[in-house]
């Protein structure tokens, strides 16, 4: 099923089309994707302008988004990659992929848009295969208490979150990781963006935990 419906943003998706290459530096998307191999995953996907970064040790990139027009900006990239890559419709939370059929999962400033944080990590940890990587890179809630309460009233006033296509910028997605099927092996914290505009990012590596590995497929 088309997720059109919910997921059809055109004035972000108009915005995220400029803003996107800006938004990470092509050094920190060769440091995210750096050294990944096999059969990858990239969850929200937005324009594909991660594609050109993928590694070659990567046979195939398996790229979600939902929102319409950015999923044919990101088709548009495709040729730009120097591996294969599939752009296709669906969420975080309910991925079109099989069990543990991905060597890795890659999330880059997806989890403040989520609908629910525990289960687009819960997918993630169904699809990716024991031991494989989850590359991330988030923009999160701040540690110390004035700005994080600014940001806590940014989400409650329903702005940006709908300005934003969802976004949240108070969600505290280390904790979520912690809590999740991934153990978290690598982790720096550092500001991003303009000036006032800057906010808290984590970026670094988790593991999937082998011994949390999804049992559906062998249940009769």
Not at 59 to 84: G, K, M, N, S
Not at 138 to 154: C, G, K, M, N, T
Not at 187 to 214: N, Y
Request: hydrophobic share 45%.
């Amino acid at each position: 099923m088309s997720t059109q419906d919910t997921h059809d943003h055109p004035l972000f998706a108009r915005f995220w089309k400029l803003a996107a290459p800006g938004a990470m530096s092509g050094r920190d998307r060769d440091t995210l994707l750096g050294g990944l191999q096999g059969d990858i995953v990239e969850v929200g996907a937005g324009t594909g302008v991660n594609f050109a970064h993928y590694p070659v040790g990567v046979t195939r990139v398996v790229a979600v988004e939902p929102e319409p027009h950015l999923r044919a900006e990101a088709a548009r990239h495709v040729a730009a990659a120097p591996v294969p890559v599939e752009v296709v419709d669906g969420t975080a939370e309910s991925l079109p992929l099989a069990d543990a059929s991905c060597d890795g999962a890659v999330l880059s400033l997806v989890l403040c848009s989520v609908s629910d944080q525990a289960a687009a990590l819960a997918e993630l940890e169904r699809v990716v295969r024991p031991d494989g990587e989850l590359r991330f890179y988030e923009h999160v809630v701040a540690h110390r208490a004035r700005p994080a309460a600014f940001q806590r009233l940014l989400d409650r006033s329903g702005v940006w979150p709908k300005l934003g296509a969802g976004c949240h910028v108070a969600r505290d997605t280390s904790t979520a990781l912690d809590a999740s099927g991934f153990d978290v092996v690598e982790q720096r914290r550092f500001m991003s963006g303009l000036g006032p505009f800057a906010l808290p990012h984590i970026a670094g590596v988790a593991r999937r935990q082998s011994s949390t590995m999804a049992t559906s497929a062998t249940t009769a």
